[in-house]
């Protein structure tokens, strides 16, 4: 499968081509955040990029709706002059809980129709946020016209989730999961790909992530020794249980040393890039025998150290 890591920034960019060049990674970039600077990566940074697509921006929207204004004209305008750049990009799903829909239309529905009739095509990968049974089975029907469909955050906690995804995959539509990308949710999860911009959560809160073999689970390590409220860190990189290990994967799989990433955040961005995108070879592994007709990607060396650094 592929994680797509969102936004991730030209700055992490300098640093994957100058540490660890050979590594194509999947991204995802958001219509309307720093637009230049998603064209600029896409111009200069091809040799590390092995897919992109792009997300409509109305999670944006939705959450700073004075700041961010567009439409779905604006977005169907950008796709019309950009849109050749992404391997695939997002319909314009800005109504979350399908609270503007009635038994004929939504929305959602309805900017879905006016991006294809403004001459977008391929179409816009629609998004799904209700896992009702007639939803999902007319999606099943439409593999030709759809053939990837994605499922929005707000329902992937739903009891249905999952079912829903094997449904659709065993129906012939590959399925993207939006926001998720730790290793317990992604482990039998029936998607051709996800999403998740946890490389800068990580950062923001003053953390690597790595995984901890032992208990077959993603695990951070904090460089701040207190918190908010002036409290020791219990997980300090200095006391932290795993960290030899954590030092290993950081000489032998990103290639740097600790003391940059003590001493500079970007290095712990780049630290956690790397990491996620080992994560998909590791998911693709793990996932092989349940989609089967997803190819699983051996880039580079990967089947040499997967054992090795996930155990």
């Not at 999961?177 to 998740?196: N, P, Q, Y």
């Not at 950081?250 to 600790?258: C, F, K, M, N, R």
């Amino acid at each position: 499968m592929r994680i797509y890591q969102s936004s991730l920034s030209y700055k992490s960019f300098e640093l994957i081509q100058e540490y660890a060049p050979d590594i194509k990674v999947n991204l995802l970039r958001s219509f309307g955040l720093n637009d230049n600077e998603t064209i600029r990566i896409i111009n200069d940074f091809q040799d590390n990029i092995n897919s992109i697509i792009l997300d409509s921006g109305v999670w944006s929207k939705h959450n700073n709706p004075e700041k961010v204004t567009h439409t779905v004209h604006d977005y169907a305008k950008f796709l019309k002059e950009y849109g050749n750049l992404f391997d695939f990009y997002f319909s314009y799903d800005e109504d979350f809980d399908e609270l503007e829909r009635s038994d004929f239309c939504s929305k959602n529905g309805e900017n879905q129709r006016i991006l294809e009739n403004e001459g977008i095509f391929p179409y816009p990968v629609p998004v799904i946020h209700l896992l009702e049974d007639d939803i999902v089975d007319y999606y099943c029907e439409s593999k030709d016209r759809y053939p990837i469909v994605a499922i929005g955050s707000n329902a992937i906690n739903k009891f249905n989730f999952r079912p829903s995804v094997e449904k659709l995959y065993k129906s012939g539509v590959n399925v993207h999961a939006f926001k998720i990308g730790s290793a317990e949710a992604l482990r039998g999860l029936h998607a051709w790909s996800s999403d998740c911009s946890s490389h800068a959560q990580w950062t923001k809160a003053g953390r690597c992530v790595f995984y901890d073999s032992i208990n077959q689970k993603d695990a951070d390590i904090c460089f701040r020794p207190f918190n908010k409220r002036g409290e020791k860190q219990d997980d300090f990189y200095r006391k932290h249980p795993l960290y030899e290990d954590f030092v290993w994967f950081l000489d032998e799989v990103v290639g740097i040393d600790l003391d940059k990433i003590i001493k500079n955040s970007n290095y712990r961005t780049f630290s956690n890039s790397i990491y996620f995108w080992w994560l998909e070879m590791f998911i693709s592994s793990e996932n092989a025998f349940i989609t089967p007709r997803f190819e699983e990607s051996n880039d580079n060396g990967t089947s040499e150290y997967l054992k090795t650094i996930f155990g």
